[in-house]
């Protein structure tokens, strides 16, 4: 067997809050919970579990970052439902071209923080484009 990524903790300051818009963003379900975490999986099989931090963590949550490669059409619904709820999306991870679309390597791109503080990422085109062979 070949190594895979399978899943990861994503730290929250409120795990079903956070579950929901994760899922209402990208078109994916909400899992059932299973202990302290609520699963988000994308169709590649990576399941992210979304817990509940410490309301006393030292430095609170360490925002992270998370790309997600989607469909044409699953960006234009992602992209949306961000306008709908009146979120501020960047170009660039250094949240430079405010409320614009990158178009890099021949797709689009943005990036936008989910309540907890977290970076998420969508592109319709992997870096680097797609593989020509």
């Known amino acids: ?23 209402d963003i990208l078109g994916l379900e909400v899992g059932d919970q299973w202990g302290p975490f609520i699963p988000i999986t994308t169709a590649n099989g990576v399941t992210f579990d979304l817990a509940n931090t410490p309301p006393d963590l030292p430095g609170g949550i360490q925002p992270q970052h998370y790309a997600f490669l989607v469909s044409e059409d699953e960006f234009d619904s992602a992209y949306q439902k961000i306008q709908e709820r009146g ?38 085109v992997p870096y680097g484009g797609w593989p020509t062979t």
Do not use: K
Not at 99 to 121: A, V
């Open 87 to 124: 979120l501020t999306y960047w170009a660039d991870p250094r949240q430079q071209g405010v409320n614009q679309i990158n178009h890099n390597d021949g797709g689009r791109g943005i990036y936008f923080q989910d309540p907890s503080g977290h970076f998420m990422e969508l592109i319709t």
């Open 1 to 23: 067997m070949s190594i895979q990524f399978n899943h990861t903790i994503v730290g929250c300051t409120n795990n079903q809050d956070s579950a929901e818009f994760w899922a």
